[in-house]
């Protein structure tokens, strides 16, 4: 299993940036696909973007297509989250996710979770 801790979250206005990273020990990072989860209150959880063990396929739902990037370090065991032009309907705890898989793993197949960091974007 891999351990992964988020970080990165916290307050920003309607139209800003924030960059999340997500640290990983444990196992080979580079062994796993990884993903991005968000889950506003009363809210199901969303599968947001993906990226592959290597980094070079990647995911995006619509509601973050254009506006967030997802990409990682291996080197650093780092996965990150750009998110730009923040809207008030991105305020949500945000969680990395990890699955040991060669491709885009299908959002159940997610099985190691950080947890999680508050995002909140004032309007």
């Known amino acids: 299993q891999v351990q992964l801790v988020e970080s990165g979250g916290g307050l920003v206005q309607a139209g800003g940036s924030l960059r999340l990273s997500c640290a990983a020990s444990?196992?080979?990072?580079?062994?796993?696909?990884m993903g991005w989860f968000r889950q506003a209150p009363g809210k199901e959880r969303e599968f947001i973007t993906a990226?592959?063990?290597?980094?070079?396929?990647?995911y995006y739902a619509n509601s973050v297509k254009g506006r967030f990037t997802i990409s990682r370090d291996n080197a650093k065991n780092t996965l990150y989250l750009q998110m730009n032009s923040l809207k008030p309907e991105d305020t949500a705890v945000y969680y990395c996710?990890?699955?040991?898989?060669?491709?885009?793993?299908?959002?159940?197949?997610?099985?190691?979770w950080g947890q999680g960091t508050q995002v909140t974007v004032s309007s």
């Open positions: 990226i592959d063990w290597i980094g070079t396929n990647t």
């Open positions: 444990g196992r080979a990072f580079s062994n796993y696909a």
């Open positions: 996710a990890a699955a040991h898989y060669s491709g885009l793993p299908l959002e159940h197949e997610y099985d190691n």
